[in-house]
């Protein structure tokens, strides 16, 4: 059966649909423990915003592809201001 593989869509169906296997029941902590992992690997700058809301099947942000701490102001390509002074 060489060549014969099987797949849940067909071709015409795979450029409007796409199948996403989600095991996060399988290693999820708490709704709460999750959301402080999260953000404290954006804070970190580990994560960008965006590939935060990706974990979370959410859609992107315009702005949320610099790695940036939401605590400050600071980014990678810029220097550190204070938050109050940002403005």
């Known amino acids: 059966m060489r060549g014969h593989g099987r797949a849940l869509l067909p071709p015409p169906e795979r450029a409007h649909f796409f199948v996403e296997a989600i095991i ?8 709460a423990t999750r959301a402080d992992a999260i953000s404290k690997q954006v804070a970190g700058m580990i994560l960008t915003p965006n590939e935060a809301r990706a974990m979370i099947n959410l859609p992107a942000h315009p702005q949320g592809d610099d790695l940036v701490n939401p605590y400050t102001t600071t980014t990678t390509t810029g220097p550190a201001v204070p938050a109050k002074d940002a403005a």
Do not use: K, P, Q, T
């Not at 996060?24 to 709704?31: F, H, S, T, V």
């Open 24 to 31: 996060d029941d399988l290693a999820a902590a708490d709704l």
